[in-house]
Structures are given as C-alpha cells and as structure tokens.
C-alpha cells in the first residue's frame, strides 16, 4: 500500500465505524466468562474488517468496513446483513439483539424485561458485573454515515498493520495477548509481559503496541507505543524516525497517519519498527513484584 488517501470524510466515517464495533463488546461480556485482561470482549482482525468470537452456539459477528455492514452469520450457515446506511447505532444494536435473542442469547434475556433490548442487556450486565458501558455510549441516533472509500482504504491499513504486528512478534519470546481490536477505544493492541510477570497481568510490567484510528489530538490512524511501569528515573531514549515521544497526553512513542501513508509496504514498516522499539524499551522494562 501507498500513498494512503483516507478522504475527508474520514472523521464521520471513522466514528460511525467505531460505533458498530462498539455493540460488540457487550453482546461477548453477556456471552463469556470473564477472561484474563478482559479476552472475552475484543474482536479479531479479517481484511474486511473485524469479527467476534466464535459465539457459544457457532454464531460469528462481523464488523464488515468493506461493504458498510454487520453480518450475524448464524450457526449453521444463515446469515443476517445490516447496512451501516439503514440504521443509527441504536437501531442498528435494537436490530442485531432482535436477531440474537432468538438463539446466541435467548438463555440471556429470557429473566430480561425492558422497553429495549439494548438497555435490558446493560442493565443485566451492570446488574452481574459493574458498569461496563454506559446505555448512551451505544444508543447514538444521529445517522451511521460511513464513506465505503475511506472505511475500504482503513480495512486495507488495519490488516496490514495487524500483518507487520503478528510478524514482528514471531521474533519474540515469552508471553504475549493475542492481536485484537478494543470495541470501547477501537484500538488494534498486543501486550509483551515482561519475563518476570508470569501471570501475564497488564497490571504489572509489560509492552503495548497497538495502532489506534483516532484520539483526542490525533485525528487519522496512528501507531503507539509504550511501557508500564515507567521507572522513577526513566530518561527518553532516543527513537528511530519517524518515531515521536509523545508530548501531549498520553506517555508514550508515536508514528503519526503521514508518516505511515508514505511507507512502500506498511506491514514490514510496521514489523522493523517494532522490532527496534522493542530493543530499546526492554532495558527500561521493571516488573513490580519483582
């Protein structure tokens, strides 16, 4: 890939599609045992977008950037297709849950009584679990407007970023987390644990790598870095270009969308890069139970 273009619509494209992969998260929380570093809740990286885990009774989810749409592919080989274009996040969720609940969750929300099945959902989960979102964060009414060029050309940039990932971590050794999308940040991410935190705990020390497709400061895709804990005595080592320190808000190494868009091939951009980054921050790596 080069020469990456996004358009300028990718802002209501980029928040349209993060509001559909959202409505995952929920469905595996009611679906799954909770796993170690929350595992049951993110999605798996395909070249047309993401897909959910294997649902308990052979059902898969699909969030399809390609073709602007959520497939329900049922067990047993049906599938259900909702288009980005007929629906708000709230429709698009009260749509999918109506499909779900004639088999995936049917034992879920058969104790259930709500006016939606969206707030019935929440409203179990926070009953059982905590608080994991709020009602508003997948209820959004304001139209899913998503431009099939600029979600195609992010599809495309997702996988080969997700591609340069899974390579770079051939070259490692010690525990890892699979490479997965977060429904609730859309982040691509992965965590290396350092050798002593055998528990594989990312509350103890460990490496993210992860690409994020927007955040506060940063509008198009970008890749991030960063260590935790971060030592007292922790001096920025200097990077290879076009990795940044970043300075603004969160403590860590960024690649910003332009520098990305000009790589020849940006999966082995991504997988050289990494491979370097990790060698300088594994020395500043300190577990805390040590």
């Given amino acids: ?35 170690r570093n929350f595992l049951q809740l993110p999605m798996f990286i395909q070249p047309y977008g993401l897909v959910s885990h294997e649902l308990p009774r052979g059902g898969r989810i699909k969030v399809n950037f390609n073709h ?9 080989g049906d599938a259900k297709h909702f288009a ?3 629906h708000t996040q709230a429709s698009l969720y009260e749509a999918l849950l109506t499909e779900l609940k004639q088999d ?10 709500s006016d939606t099945l969206a707030a019935g959902l929440l409203t179990k989960l926070h ?17 899913l407007t998503v431009d099939s060029d600029s979600a195609s050309t992010f599809a495309k940039m997702l996988y080969d970023v997700y591609t340069g990932v899974a390579r770079f971590r051939a070259h490692l050794e010690g525990h890892m987390t699979p490479i997965v999308v977060w429904p609730e940040h859309f982040d691509l991410s992965t965590l290396w644990f350092h050798p002593d935190n055998a528990t594989m705990d990312e509350h103890d020390a460990h490496i993210n790598f992860g690409f994020a497709p927007f955040s506060p400061g940063f509008e198009k895709p970008y890749l991030y870095v960063y260590i935790y804990p971060y030592p007292d005595d922790f001096e920025q080592p200097a990077l290879p270009a076009p990795a940044v320190w970043n300075s603004d808000g969160f403590r860590g190494i960024v690649v910003r969308f332009d520098d990305l868009a000009q790589q020849a091939d940006l999966a082995q951009f ?14 500043h790596l300190k577990t805390i139970n040590a």
């Fill in 1 to 35: 890939m080069t020469n990456i273009e996004l358009g300028s619509n990718w802002g209501p494209t980029s928040i349209a599609l993060h509001q559909a992969a959202m409505l995952l998260g929920p469905i595996q929380n009611a679906l799954f045992a909770k796993r």
């Fill in 68 to 76: 602007q749409r959520i497939d329900y592919e049922v067990g047993g």
């Fill in 84 to 86: 980005f274009q007929d």
């Fill in 104 to 113: 995936e969750l049917a034992d879920f929300f058969a104790d259930v009584e």
């Fill in 127 to 143: 009953a059982n679990q905590g608080e994991f979102l709020k009602i508003e964060d997948v209820t959004h009414t304001d139209p």
């Fill in 270 to 283: 991504v997988e050289q890069l990494y491979i370097g980054l990790f060698d300088i921050l594994v020395p």
